[in-house]
């Protein structure tokens, strides 16, 4: 039976037809919606590639049923920019080198940008690379990645 979900994606309401009662909110978002920003690493919930916002908040979007999430508000890394205007921690990530390959790039994006939203005055090196601990980075960009995130809070 087909269900339709609304979600508030990037700022614009949809309704999306879902057949599948176990699709995730990572495959809507990729192959219903064609937000490929958001990555499919692991698909268990192990690496963070497909963080997103959901209410402000970040989830892992491969662990997400998509119907559980009808009325919320989704934020991808396509929805940060301002037209040209990158969003700051983009910008810190530029130029902090916090990337190598650039596959986990979204997710540590995503997911700086609700741990500086968390109100975490005053991060220091350690509370960035434990608040970042659920992004994997297979390149090992870490120092980069904590040093952007460090960038942008400043
Ligand atoms: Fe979701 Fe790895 S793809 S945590």
Request: glycine share 14%.
């Given at each position: 039976m087909t269900?339709?979900?609304?979600?508030?994606?990037?700022?614009t309401s949809q309704d999306i037809p879902i057949d599948d009662?176990?699709?995730?909110?990572?495959d809507?978002?990729?192959?219903?919606?064609?937000?490929?920003?958001?990555?499919?690493?692991?698909?268990?919930?192990?690496?963070?590639?497909?963080?997103?916002?959901?209410?402000g908040r970040r989830i892992n979007s491969c662990l997400a049923l998509a119907l559980?999430?009808?009325g919320a508000e989704i934020t991808t890394v396509e929805g940060l920019a301002q037209g040209e205007l990158l969003h700051p921690v983009q910008a810190a990530f530029i130029e902090a080198d916090g990337f190598q390959?650039?596959?986990?790039?979204?997710?540590?994006?995503?997911?700086?940008?609700?741990?500086?939203?968390?109100?975490?005055?005053?991060?220091?090196?350690?509370?960035?690379?434990?608040g970042?601990?659920?992004?994997l980075c297979r390149c090992a960009a870490?120092?980069?990645?904590?040093?952007?995130?460090?960038k942008a809070t400043r």
């Open positions: 269900q339709i979900l609304n979600l508030t994606i990037n700022g009662p176990r699709a995730t909110l990572l809507v978002l990729r192959e219903r919606i064609g937000l490929t920003g958001t990555k499919k690493g692991c698909d268990r919930g192990q690496c963070g590639a497909c963080t997103v916002l959901i209410d559980s999430y009808d390959c650039g596959y986990c790039t979204p997710g540590q994006i995503m997911s700086a940008v609700a741990l500086i939203a968390e109100g975490e005055a005053g991060l220091d090196p350690e509370r960035v690379r434990e970042m601990s659920g992004n870490y120092a980069g990645i904590t040093e952007a995130v460090l």
